[in-house]
């Protein structure tokens, strides 16, 4: 099977007030974090879409199949960072993880579980979309079958991969997480300092 990820890195930061993904939380930019999190040797490709230079050039230090692209629409919201993704995929993916890059407590194991049960279900020929969750909740990221691509190529102003996911509701399956801090992301500088509280006093973080 080939899997594919896009990592969407253009968040604006509005509320954080300046680019979130390179702030230092322990002494590590965040979105390294999220990189770091991803089980490279289960994806075939894994595309970081940002429209900042600092993180074209951060991803160059990871080795294939991590691969940087700029966004063909830096103004744009979610939904063109989708479209720019989906547009740069392989024509041989069979399924792609869109992972938001500002979440980083997710766990290398939780993300582990998730494409196992993706991938059991193409094995069986069956089309799911298959969702990190916790207690029932569905949350990020989320794998989307190749049959959905079409339909994120034509999200327009103000959807995202949500609206696709309403569509085909009896499609979705969700796939536990390890824990309920890695539902968090980091959208103020008040997230930053609890994030890194919770990486302070836990272990395995």
Do not use: W
Request: net charge negative; hydrophobic share 40%; with cysteine.
């Amino acid at each position: 099977m080939f899997l594919s990820a896009i990592v969407m890195a253009c968040g604006k930061g509005e509320r954080f007030g300046s680019n979130k993904l390179m702030a230092k939380l322990k002494g590590k930019e965040l979105i390294r974090y999220t990189l770091d999190a991803l089980p490279a040797e289960l994806f075939s490709e894994i595309l970081v879409v940002t429209k900042y230079k600092e993180i074209m050039d951060l991803v160059t230090e990871y080795p294939a199949p991590f691969f940087g692209i700029y966004t063909d629409d830096p103004e744009g919201g979610q939904d063109a960072t989708i479209r720019c993704g989906v547009r740069n995929l392989s024509s041989n993916s069979d399924g792609c993880m869109f992972v938001a890059a500002d979440q980083p407590l997710k766990q290398k194991s939780s993300l582990q579980k998730q494409i196992t049960l993706y991938q059991q279900y193409f094995q069986k020929g069956e089309e799911h979309f298959v969702a990190l969750s916790f207690q029932g909740k569905k949350g990020n990221p989320v794998i989307f079958p190749k049959s959905s691509y079409k339909e994120l190529l034509e999200i327009t102003d103000g959807q995202t991969g949500s609206t696709v996911l309403r569509a085909h509701p009896d499609a979705l399956v969700l796939s536990e997480a390890c824990c309920a801090a890695e539902m968090m992301d980091i959208d103020s500088l008040e997230d930053l300092r609890e994030v890194e509280r919770i990486l302070l006093q836990k272990d395995g973080f």
